[in-house]
C-alpha cells in the first residue's frame, strides 16, 4: 500500500518506466516512435524527450506551436500522475503558454516542475527547448484537475 503524502509534499508515486508505459497504455492509438518518452522523475519534477519531424515543422521550418503546446500538455500529465498516481482523467483545466523564440528541429526537451498540488488542482511550469536548456523556445504554466477520489 502506498502511502499518502503529507499536504504539499511531492513525493513522486510513479517512475519513468511506468509512466512511460501508462502512456503507450492510455493513447494505443498513438504512433510509440512519435510519442514524448519520460526520462526523469524526480520530487516536484519531470524530463521528456520527443523527436520531432517533418510533420511537428511549420513554414519556415521550425517546430509548429501546436507540437509544442502538446508536449507542454503531456509534460504536465506526466507530472500530476508521478506524484498522484494512475488517475488516467486528471484533465487539462488550463495551459499559457510564451513563445520566447523560434524552436529549431530537433529533439525537444521539456521540463516541467511543480508549483502547487493541491487536492483537486496541480499547477506547473514547463520549459521546452532543442538548443539547450538556457536557450529555452517555450514556456507554458499548466492547471490540471485531480478528480474526486483520487487518493494523494
Same mark, same amino acid.
Given at each position: 500500500m502506498t502511502k499518502s503524502p503529507a499536504p504539499g509534499e511531492t513525493t513522486p508515486r510513479m517512475d519513468a518506466a511506468a509512466l512511460n508505459d501508462f502512456l503507450a497504455r492510455a493513447f494505443p492509438e498513438? *504512433? &510509440?516512435a512519435a510519442m514524448p518518452r519520460v526520462t526523469v522523475v524526480a520530487p516536484g519534477r519531470v524530463a521528456l524527450v520527443q523527436s520531432m519531424a517533418s510533420r511537428n515543422l511549420r513554414p519556415g521550418g521550425v517546430i509548429s506551436g501546436p507540437s509544442l503546446m502538446t508536449m507542454a500538455d503531456t509534460a504536465a500529465y506526466a507530472l500530476m500522475l508521478a506524484h498522484i498516481g494512475e488517475v488516467a482523467m486528471a484533465v487539462t483545466t488550463s495551459l499559457t503558454i510564451h513563445f520566447l523564440r523560434p524552436c529549431a528541429p530537433g529533439d525537444l526537451h521539456a521540463e516541467a516542475t511543480?508549483?502547487?498540488l493541491g487536492r483537486r488542482i496541480g499547477t506547473c511550469d514547463v520549459l521546452m527547448w532543442t538548443e539547450g536548456r538556457d536557450r529555452a523556445? +517555450?514556456? +507554458?504554466?499548466?492547471a490540471y484537475a485531480i &478528480? *474526486?477520489?483520487a487518493s494523494r
Open positions: 498513438a *504512433d &510509440p511543480m508549483l502547487r523556445a +517555450a514556456k +507554458a504554466t499548466v &478528480p *474526486d477520489g
